[in-house]
């Protein structure tokens, strides 16, 4: 993706952020910093403090209040960023403070759903969640089936290295019992 893009995709998703940290109650958010949309112009600046905060690993995650004001990470349930570099609302009929379940890591905790409790969560029917579940499984297999063709190639070239590594200990085992059969005594 163009970097420029990029960077401009960000700051559309650090905006919706930003108005999330500001509906949500100052105590929750005494590690991360809140700018007040009403009262300045987000800066550069602003957007790399926030970007500094944003949890890099889900333990991290544990200390951010809930609903999670991170709208712009990849696991939040309220924006999506499609892979031609679009922002989709999620749910266009709420604010990201309103929502149940803001984290897809939280949801996956919770452990198994139903088709149609994980369709309300993200807001998809029950058959799309079914053929995002069928496509995500057959790139899964094929993965799996790639890495294990390469893992049988490896193993191949492997024997092959081991067995000419075996035949070289053998000649020059060989070599040396000619040598010392060949000493007169």
């Known amino acids: 993706m163009d970097p420029k893009r990029e960077r401009a995709l960000l700051r559309a998703a650090e905006r919706k952020r930003l108005r999330v940290l500001q509906d949500t109650p100052d105590d929750d958010l005494d590690d991360f910093p809140v700018i007040d949309l009403d009262d300045e112009q987000v800066t550069g600046e602003d957007l790399d403090e926030l970007e500094r905060a944003r949890p890099r690993c889900r333990g991290d995650c544990a ?4 609903p999670c004001p991170f709208v712009g990470c990849r696991y939040n349930n309220y924006l999506h960023l499609t892979g031609a570099g679009h922002e989709k609302i999620v749910f266009p009929y709420l604010e990201p403070g309103e929502l149940e379940n803001s984290c897809a890591l939280d949801v996956a ?3 198994q759903h139903t088709l149609e409790e994980i369709g309300d969560i993200i807001n998809l029917t029950r058959e799309r969640v079914r053929q995002v579940l069928l496509t995500a499984s057959r790139r899964l297999r094929k993965e799996i089936h790639e890495a294990q ?3 049988e190639k490896e193993d191949e070239k492997y024997e092959e290295l081991l067995a000419k590594a075996r035949q070289r200990e053998r000649l ?3 070599r040396s019992r000619r040598r010392y059969s060949t000493i007169p005594r």
Request: proline residues 8%; glycine residues 8%; hydrophobic residues 40%.
């Open 149 to 151: 063709e390469t893992w």
């Open 63 to 66: 200390a951010v209040p809930r």
């Open 172 to 174: 020059s085992q060989l």
């Open 109 to 111: 905790e919770m452990g």
